[in-house]
């Protein structure tokens, strides 16, 4: 299957066209049908054709799909409501991506380092991380230190100082009387599925406490229940329970599959934004926004739960593998956001994968991430197992022959 003409080549894609979807199974135009463990990239968490959605998004195209951001709108405000009640108690800000929603960050921080000077005056740089993604537009790309992604772009947005992900003492040094925010992901998702310590990151909120830094997280993959609790910060598993961020950026699943984004942030760093300081035509919408309230009553306390139950089976699966497949080097991850890191290229993997009816992706080269819906039940986590184990296990006597 070649790229047709009138679309930009900017995609890796799979020869394969879908043309429905129902929980997490896909089916292409040929009836094939698939398990997605992918979920349309972290996006698909509720599965697909979900009722709450669909009935959702029918009703609210039917009522009202569009004002702009000059009028109030109900959706608009159940939603940032439910964010708020279910975070930190701060304001929200709709857009309609994870890049855009890092973007307005960036400026948010910029914004904070003005008007909050050090005293050596006004503070502009912020830390990243290597191995960080954080988007494809400008400023976030100038965030992402990835020269795959940053090639032949240049000039990037100055202002960015990279640190090593997981270590504390690459941060302070990395400060200068310039530094005004930390912008980091509780997980790094296209850096390999990367983790780093709950200690790490307690560090990290005390140095931005005593410098006066924004600590700002990217849950654009993390949020919505993907590492079982509505966002990463609030896993005790991952950080402590003081480690509360003050910008924190959302989309992906937060409309199961409609485009919006948000920035969350605390009262008193929202309010360093007047009107006219920041702005987006499509953002928060009346349907998205309808759709992400059902999404957040689809996530409750027990719905989350059981997804953690059926997470951690598959985790003690999968690491109960390592004995027997000498090239699965790692395991890690939390929730449903997996990572495991191979020995050796992983897009062959992703192939044989699809063509045994199982959708996965290969991230950083060698780490093949898996990204299943939270509704999984038991039965299609042990189906969809079954089909890893089974691609994985073809590698087998290659493997003997190598030895």
């Known amino acids: 299957m070649t790229t047709p003409p009138y679309l930009f080549n900017t995609y890796k894609r799979q020869p394969v066209t879908f043309v429905r979807g129902r929980g997490p199974w896909l089916w292409d135009d040929r009836g094939h049908k698939y398990l997605d463990f992918f979920s349309g990239l972290a996006v698909c968490n509720l599965g697909h054709a979900h009722p709450g959605v669909a009935r959702a998004v029918t009703q609210q195209v039917k009522t ?30 709709f857009c309609n991506s994870g890049a855009e929603a890092n973007e307005g960050a960036i400026k948010l921080a910029r914004r904070f380092g003005a008007m909050r000077p050090g005293p050596r005056g ?11 993604f954080h988007g494809r537009t400008l400023g976030a790309l100038s965030a992402t230190p990835q020269k795959k992604y940053q090639a032949n772009f240049g000039p990037l947005v100055p202002g960015f100082k990279v640190a090593l992900y997981g270590d504390l003492a690459s941060v302070r040094a990395a400060l200068t009387p310039k530094t005004c925010a930390v912008l980091v992901e509780p997980i790094q998702g296209e850096g390999g599925v990367r983790v780093a310590s709950p200690a790490f990151f307690a560090g990290l909120a005390a140095l931005c406490r005593k410098n006066k830094l924004l600590l700002m997280f990217d849950e ?27 910008v924190l950026t959302s989309a992906k699943g937060l409309a199961n599959g409609l485009p919006i984004g948000a920035i969350l942030a605390k009262k008193e760093i929202a309010d360093l934004l007047q009107p006219g300081d920041h702005a987006s035509t499509f953002g928060g919408g009346a349907v998205p926004c309808r759709a992400a309230r059902a999404v ?32 699965l080097l790692d395991v890690r991850g939390a929730g449903h956001m997996l990572g495991l890191e191979l020995d050796r290229p992983g897009a062959d993997f ?10 996965i992706n290969c991230t950083a080269d060698r780490v093949l991430r898996l990204l299943p819906p939270l509704i999984l039940s038991e039965a299609d986590a042990r189906r969809g197992l079954a089909l890893l184990k089974k691609t994985l296990k073809d590698f087998l006597p290659h493997e003997r022959k190598r030895q």
């Open 64 to 93: 009202l799909l569009h004002t702009s951001n000059l009028y109030y709108t109900g959706p608009q405000q159940d939603l940032a409501r439910e964010l708020s009640r279910r975070t930190f108690g701060g304001r929200v800000f």
């Open 122 to 132: 006004p503070r502009h740089e912020i830390i990243v991380f290597d191995h960080a």
């Open 220 to 246: 654009v993959q993390t949020g919505l229940g993907r590492t079982g609790t509505l966002y990463a910060y609030q896993n005790r598993a991952l950080m402590p329970a003081g480690v509360v961020p003050d």
């Open 296 to 327: 957040l009553a689809a996530l409750s306390p027990s719905a989350l739960a059981r997804a953690r139950r059926v997470a951690g089976r598959m985790r003690r699966e999968i690491d109960s593998w390592k004995t027997t497949m000498p090239f």
């Open 350 to 359: 992703v192939t044989r994968a699809r063509k045994n009816g199982l959708l």
